[in-house]
């Protein structure tokens, strides 16, 4: 094991979010600080409880998801796409370093970032409402397990990307929608019996749902689902990624 | 001398059907400085990538001080450094933190001191906290061979290391792969200068669409396709040739000024003695006279035209 490679390139991944700061940290922060004066104060106010839970209180755990997701997505797909649009993938690709560990640096990179902005954002939430956490092992479990399952979602993006189009255009068209249709301000329960259906079919609702179990003991859906949901996906993304190394999918020539 | 890295029956066909080499062999001696040489299109980056690690081959085996470049990889790259032809860097990084961070990737501990001789012999010291950013082409181009020298690599690649530089820095990087080689790298360099590897070349490789057309010792390669040229520069400037020279091809150059002869420095009978006996028959006496070897361009173009 190279690990002194790995170490490199987290830290070097690392380095980037200090310097981008503002970026990486304080955007997510004050835009999901938006989200608790619009949802939480404006129309949560109208909404008397979801579930025994005030509105407020309620929507933290997806409000944490959302940026979680978008985050992992964002720093991973990024990550390992810059390299490539600038040429400097020539050094990863030469060096003493096996597929395991490249993807070890970059998306342990990315996924610590989400993680810690995860925790900021738990943190600023427990400003607007009151928080109780029921389960803290698992609600660190389901963002660990998030974090790094859509960490290495964007690595594939990102290797997938040819343009900085294509690098924008699964998070926004895909996974945006998802987090929205995924019961990060609602119930799912409270959608008519034929969209819950639909809803089901949504790999988020499950992330949401064992999340949101997590601090309230409430959940859309069972939480051993939940787990096996996102497990699933991560060894698909696992496989995916094993499969792009074993055949250099874009790149290697 | 040893090879250092040994490259067998290799071949590279891309997706799209572009053959681009074709069964090359090639030995690389330990310690040397080899000059692969090709115009543009002909393999040489190609090469170089799979060796190191870029490109998979589609056919062949290489080695790379006795490590099969696939099978044993961590160990072959591990002994390679790589300065690619394009200008690739991290435009916001430190000098410092960029050359650092290359010397972890290839595995190795922290040695400030290493980093610190790296860019003081390439003259990059007072710019190790400067943004790449910042710094100008020819800077650039030092810090990409500073990456490529922090992990202490035994052979150093060189894809076109001077193209688009100028004079005077070219002259220093041909200084610093002097002393490098002095230490003991083996370095493969390609380019389009052929004065480059003329200067610098122990050997000399010449590829051309995919295929290896020649290798040879630099000195044995002039002199075995080296053409001398004498040129008498004349008293007295004539208008013809009288017709006792006609049978030695002279070119009358310079509105009758001077004489060219051309000859093979290979054959037996240069023809020399006999040509100045004769113009002092012909009554044509000179000044001065002078010989020239053809340069290694001379010879590249002919190789390239005839393979």
Not at chain 1, 61 to 84: E, R, W
Not at chain 1, 149 to 169: C, N, R, V, Y
Not at chain 2, 48 to 56: E, R
Not at chain 2, 127 to 138: E, F, N, P
Request: aromatic share 10%.
């Amino acid at each position: 094991m190279n690990h002194r490679a790995i170490r490199a390139i987290y830290l070097f991944e690392m380095a980037r979010t200090w310097r981008t700061l503002l970026q990486s940290i304080v955007s997510p922060v004050v835009s999901t600080s938006l989200y608790f004066v619009v949802f939480g104060a404006a129309i949560g106010s109208r909404i008397s409880q979801v579930e025994g839970v005030s509105y407020g209180t309620f929507i933290v755990p997806g409000l944490i998801m959302l940026s979680v997701l978008t985050q992992s997505i964002a720093n991973a797909s990024f990550g390992i796409y810059f390299p490539k649009f600038t040429g400097t993938i020539y050094e990863i690709l030469s060096a003493p370093i096996s597929y395991f560990e490249i993807v070890l640096g970059y998306v342990g990179a990315a996924a610590t970032k989400s993680i810690i902005l995860g925790l900021i954002i738990l943190a600023t939430a427990g400003l607007f409402v009151p928080l109780h956490i029921h389960h803290p092992v698992w609600m660190l479990t389901f963002l660990v397990l998030t974090g790094v399952t859509f960490s290495l979602f964007g690595f594939i993006i990102g290797i997938w990307a040819d343009g900085f189009e294509k690098l924008q255009m699964i998070p926004m068209l895909v996974v945006t929608p998802l987090t929205f249709l995924g019961g990060s301000f609602y119930s799912i329960d409270m959608l008519p019996p034929t969209w819950r259906t639909v809803a089901l079919l949504n790999p988020v609702v499950y992330l949401i749902s064992g999340f949101r179990w997590s601090f309230y003991e409430i959940a859309d859906v069972s939480v051993s689902v939940s787990i096996g949901m996102t497990t699933a996906f991560l060894v698909i993304c696992l496989v995916t990624i094993w499969w792009i190394f074993r055949t250099g999918y874009r790149l290697k020539n | 001398m040893s090879s250092i890295i040994s490259v067998a029956n290799l071949s590279k066909t891309y997706g799209s059907g572009f053959k681009a080499l074709k069964n090359v062999n090639l030995d690389i001696k330990r310690g040397e400085i080899f000059a692969l040489l090709g115009p543009n299109g002909a393999g040489k980056t190609t090469l170089i990538s799979i060796i190191c690690g870029i490109a998979n081959p589609s056919e062949g085996k290489v080695l790379v001080g006795g490590e099969d470049i696939q099978t044993s990889y961590r160990k072959a790259r591990s002994l390679i450094g790589l300065v690619p032809q394009e200008l690739h860097t991290d435009a916001f990084e430190s000098v410092w933190a960029t050359v650092s961070f290359s010397r972890g990737l290839f595995g190795k501990p922290k040695n400030p001191d290493h980093v610190e001789k790296v860019l003081k012999d390439l003259s990059l010291w007072d710019k190790k906290d400067s943004k790449i950013i910042t710094l100008s082409g020819g800077m650039k181009r030092r810090v990409m061979i500073a990456k490529a020298l922090s992990h202490e690599p035994q052979i150093l690649f060189l894809d076109e290391p001077t193209a688009g530089v100028d004079v005077e820095l070219r002259k220093g990087m041909w200084e610093v792969v002097r002393t490098l080689q002095q230490s003991g790298v083996t370095i493969i360099l390609t380019t389009h200068y052929i004065e480059e590897a003329e200067e610098m070349a122990d050997r000399i490789g010449v590829i051309n669409k995919g295929e290896i057309v020649l290798v040879e010792d630099k000195a044995t390669l002039m002199q075995k396709l080296g053409k001398k040229r004498l040129t008498l520069h004349l008293q007295n400037e004539i208008t013809s040739l009288p017709e006792s020279l006609g049978h030695y091809e002279l070119d009358l150059c310079d509105s009758g000024a001077t004489l060219v002869y051309d000859y093979d420095t290979k054959g037996e009978r240069t023809g020399i003695t006999s040509l100045l006996s004769d113009l002092r028959t012909a009554g044509i006496r000179f000044n001065d006279l002078d010989t020239t070897q053809s340069s290694l361009e001379d010879i590249f173009v002919d190789l390239v035209r005839t393979s």
